[in-house]
């Protein structure tokens, strides 16, 4: 079965700071695509940064960066200069991609409750 | 706004009704995907349709029913509902049947059974 872990059920950090939220994945396939999403207290999803598990490359995103160690299951991301903005709730998602080219959607971890604090 | 509609935003029922989530996705889209979010499963994918076919089938009960319409908005139909299906119901849309890039979320749909 297909598994996320978020280690850290709740993070706070002052504004400004970096802050590092922890990601591992279990999986026996190959051919994948990883997420972290942001639900602020709005409620809405809200896509972060994306990583293709084929590429070795860390994905960016402005302020967001990921720390993808593919022989370790892992997929950090990392949030720097952080803003009060920031505070939500943080997943980390996979999707399989199947031999036919499909997939059978996203796999989400339990989410870290970011807070920055002023 | 995202660009993906979902319709009501809340809703409150009693054990045993059925009730319909509507769908309209994001212009252009041709998938949709529905997600449960509740305290003990956290986020669950169901069911995905990409343009009025089903495409994929995840953890969704055998009394919850999907459709994709020829209009590509899609309808999430809840019956015999019990206290465990009060949850955050979330419709996603993405252009390909592989959300590669990722979903485009809606704002869910609050589902209080009681």
């Known amino acids: 079965a297909q598994t996320v872990t978020q280690s850290q059920p709740e993070m706070s950090v002052q504004e400004a700071e970096t802050v590092t939220l922890s990601c591992t994945y279990d999986?026996?396939?190959?051919?994948?695509?990883l997420f972290w999403y942001k639900q602020p207290p709005s409620r809405q999803m809200i896509l972060v940064i994306r990583?293709?598990?084929?590429?070795?490359q860390n994905a960016t995103e402005n302020r967001f960066s990921v720390n993808f160690q593919k022989a370790a299951k892992s997929f950090s991301l990392k949030i720097s200069d952080s803003q009060l903005g920031d505070t939500a709730m943080y997943f980390c998602?996979?999707?399989?991609?199947?031999?036919?080219?499909?997939?059978?959607?996203?796999?989400f971890g339990k989410g870290t409750h970011l807070i920055i604090q002023p | 706004d995202s660009g993906v509609t979902q319709t009501p935003k809340h809703l409150i029922t009693a054990t045993g009704q059925r009730v319909t989530l509507r769908c309209s996705p994001r212009?252009?889209?041709?998938?949709v995907y529905w997600y449960q979010q509740s305290l003990d499963q956290g986020l669950q994918f169901l069911i995905q349709?990409?343009?009025?076919?089903?495409?994929a089938k995840g953890n969704i009960l055998e009394r919850f029913s999907a459709q994709q319409f020829p209009d590509l908005h899609s309808e999430l139909n809840l019956s015999s509902l019990e206290l465990g299906d009060s949850a955050l119901y979330f419709c996603?849309?993405?252009?390909?049947?592989?959300?590669?890039?990722?979903?485009?979320f809606g704002s869910g749909t609050r589902l209080t059974v009681v």
């Open positions: 990583q293709e598990a084929y590429k070795q």
């Open positions: 998602a996979f999707m399989i991609v199947s031999s036919g080219g499909g997939a059978d959607g996203l796999t």
């Open positions: 999986t026996s396939e190959n051919n994948y695509y």
């Open positions: 996603a849309s993405s252009l390909r049947p592989l959300a590669n890039y990722g979903y485009t």
């Open positions: 349709y990409y343009n009025g076919e089903e495409r």
């Open positions: 212009s252009g889209d041709l998938s």
